[in-house]
């Protein structure tokens, strides 16, 4: 019992920053990043996940959410239901109103979109989350090497996009 | 979160502007932990086919009394008692079939009138 709270609380202290990863696990979409997140926090709290203490337990836990994210996705094509989702969504996606720290950060996604998908999430964890190159390249099961040549290059891409839509100084 | 590792400031101070944005919009702890509505709603369903199903062999069941009425069905079961399942094809079961013996005679002594003549032979 004091385990499951223990864990609880740990899922419940980086619970925005969990839930930021999930949504660049599953591509933006917001809906399915809670969904993701739901399944990944049972499977935390029922034991089907196991933190074995061999990394730190956020990297831990989002090397879970991108797991999860994986299969959620491809239970989702089988389904049928993203392909429903993805066209309803382009037919009635909102045009919310913007501050200027929303319209930054929509020039960052559409600048991050131009990024291949490896080198999105290396950025977002080194930069979003605060994590070393060491342990995104475990988050993501890749060596170090390889997780810092997508480090780099979707740097450098990054800023020229941003250089592009004049959004760096 | 308090120390960064990357080495763009510019970049880095953009990323955070983003984590500020998004930790105001992002959905509470135990909201997630609670399942999105969809979710809970989709408990429904799964209920509504189990019930489906139960209908569906109950009527199943009740069917099994009758005899077959043409070369597209046959009794599933072999008993003719209530626990034989009533089968449709659209072909005649003859062509749909292969492992039903058509030619009853000498291996189904039990067949009997209550089936019909064409189908009797189809029984499994």
Not at chain 1, 63 to 74: F, K, N, S, Y
Not at chain 2, 12 to 21: C, D, I, N, T
Request: net charge positive.
């Amino acid at each position: 019992m004091t385990e499951q709270t223990d864990l609880r609380a740990e899922l419940e202290a980086i619970h925005q920053e969990s839930f930021a990863w999930a949504v660049r696990c599953c591509r933006g979409d917001r809906t399915d990043a809670e969904d993701v997140l739901h399944q990944s926090y049972e499977k935390v709290l029922d034991g089907r996940a196991r933190f074995q203490g061999r990394s730190a337990f956020r990297t831990w836990l989002f090397g879970v959410i991108r797991l999860t994210a994986r299969e959620h996705a491809r239970r989702q094509w089988v389904s049928g239901r993203r392909i429903e989702r993805w066209w309803r969504e382009r037919e009635t996606e909102p045009d919310a109103p913007a501050g200027p720290d929303e319209e930054l950060t929509r020039r960052l996604e559409r600048a991050l979109a131009g990024l291949s998908g490896r080198q999105r999430e290396v950025l977002h964890l080194v930069f979003y989350q605060d994590l070393t190159i060491e342990a995104a390249a475990e988050v993501l099961g890749m060596p170090v090497g390889t997780a810092r040549t997508h480090y780099q290059r979707g740097k450098d891409r990054l800023r020229k996009r941003l250089g592009e839509e004049g959004a760096v100084e | 979160m308090s120390k960064s590792w990357h080495d763009d400031r510019e970049l880095g101070a953009r990323f955070a502007k983003a984590r500020a944005v998004e930790a105001r919009r992002a959905p509470s702890f135990e909201r997630v932990l609670r399942g999105p509505p969809e979710r809970r709603r989709s408990l429904w369903a799964p209920a509504l086919a189990l019930t489906a199903t139960v209908v569906a062999v109950g009527f199943g069941i009740r069917q099994a009394g009758s005899r077959p009425a043409s070369p597209f069905e046959v009794t599933v079961g072999g008993l003719g008692g209530p626990t034989d399942f009533l089968l449709r094809t659209s072909e005649p079961l003859a062509f749909e079939l292969p492992d039903i013996r058509l030619d009853a005679e000498g291996l189904e002594p039990d067949l009997d009138g209550r089936i019909g003549d064409t189908v009797g032979r189809n029984r499994l």
